[in-house]
């Protein structure tokens, strides 16, 4: 299932962007010409974010609508199914330029306090900077 891979690899991006924090909830931009099924890719979600970091996270999937733009007038407007031409002066030069989308667009992460079921730290709370001499 293609939408499972993708699923993996945002998790993958959005555990490194996370440096250790709970994820809460991911947004996630996909556009109109990609060939995912948003359902589908929630679905995945819930597989792909088993772990520690992701469990429980909630995937937003949005939706671009795909644009085209008029190679002569310059128009730009949402590109109908089967219909590649400018709506305003009917020129067939069109170029995409949205809806090729699929990007993280923000991650949530949990608040910094720890939740009450959570073993203490081990790691030592020193200082983060050294003073200078
Ligand atoms: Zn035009």
Not at 24 to 45: D, H, K, N
Not at 83 to 101: F, I
Request: glycine residues 6%; hydrophobic residues 35%.
């Amino acid at each position: 299932m293609h939408e499972l891979s993708l699923c993996n690899s945002i998790a993958r991006a959005v555990i490194q962007n996370a440096q250790g924090r709970r994820v809460t909830s991911v947004r996630l931009r996909v556009g109109a010409l990609r060939q995912v099924v948003p359902e589908t890719l929630v679905y995945c979600w819930s597989i792909a974010s088993r772990g520690p970091i992701l469990d429980g996270s909630v995937l937003e999937v949005e939706h671009v609508p795909a644009e085209i733009e008029c190679g002569d007038c310059g128009t730009r407007s949402e590109l109908s199914r089967f219909n590649l031409s400018c709506p305003s002066c009917g020129n067939h030069e069109v170029k995409v330029v949205s809806g090729e989308e699929m990007l993280i667009e923000s991650i949530e992460v949990a608040d910094e306090a720890e939740p009450p079921e959570a073993p203490p730290d081990p790691r030592p709370s020193g200082p983060a900077t050294t003073a200078a001499h």
